[in-house]
């Protein structure tokens, strides 16, 4: 909500679309005047795609659990990336199904214990890494227990041009909040290792910077907005993409809760340039516009011919 408001982002132009869990219903919570549909589990991406084909002015924001990504809507995930749908997509990740009263996700920790499921002893999804492999343009990873780096890789999530993932790491305090678990609080407070200061700061707005020790990347989004990225100890390159693999292959076996964005790619293009979609809303277009010419369609006919 904080970081539509700061970017002047009315309701009305934003649809928010979710699947099936506690983390698909939060949309519920937030701007009540924009435009919702809660989908079926896993099936979030196919609704979002079709929203965004329908409607390209509108902001669509993907409101998602572990469970409705990384298990039953893990190809939907991919699929969506794949053809870089504009629209912010949001994990929620508590490592469990929340809603269904704590089983194991696919990201749950291999050999974590909970009460009533035993043991885990299947390998967790990375679904940062997912999204890199899918060749998502914008992959980044937060934190519940760090807002202020939430909203600012919020607000330049809303502002780039195609698939912007952001995993955030949302404990679920009812079934997996323990000591030991790398969805909880304590465990999160005590392992997260921000790559950088991130600040996004609007296209046209005077630029105020407190300098301090550290070198200080800006990057320029398309649509002339920035994204400053004050890198900390880790020098970790946003660009590169294998570096962002290795990055979080590292993170993981060092236990390590490696929080930012992790790799930005924006010379991709989006579904609707593929599919060489005109800006209007289809939903707003005329008849006429919609209706091919007799002598139009006479010439598809004849390249079937
Ligand atoms: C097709 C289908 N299968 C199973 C379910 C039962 N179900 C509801 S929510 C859920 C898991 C939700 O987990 P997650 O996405 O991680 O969300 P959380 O509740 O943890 O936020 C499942 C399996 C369902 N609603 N629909
Ligand atoms: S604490 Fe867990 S069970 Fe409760 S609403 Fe949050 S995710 Fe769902």
Known sequence: MAACYELSIQPENVIKISGIGCSSKSPTYFMGRSHGFNAVHGRMPSIATGASIANRSLKTIGVSGDGDTASIGIGQFIHLMRRNVPMVYIIENNGVYGLTKGQFS???????????????????IDLCM??????????????????????????????????????????????????????????????EYPLHDVTWVPSYDEIEMEIEPGEIVEVELHNKSRLVLKKLEHNHDTSDRLAAMQLLEETCCAEILATGLIYLNQNQETFQSVENLVDKPLARLQQDALRPSKEALEEIMADFR
């Open 106 to 124: 696919a990201t749950a920790d291999q050999g974590q214990k909970l009460k009533k499921m035993g043991v885990n002893p299947f390998m967790p």
């Open 130 to 191: 997912e999204a890199l492999i899918a060749n998502c343009g914008f992959v980044a990873r937060s934190f519940a227990g760090d807002p202020k780096q939430v909203k600012e890789l919020l607000k330049s999530a809303l502002n780039f041009q195609g698939t912007a993932v952001l995993d955030i790491i949302s404990p679920c305090v009812t079934f997996n909040n323990r000591d030991e678990s790398t969805k909880s609080y304590s465990w999160g407070i005590e392992h």
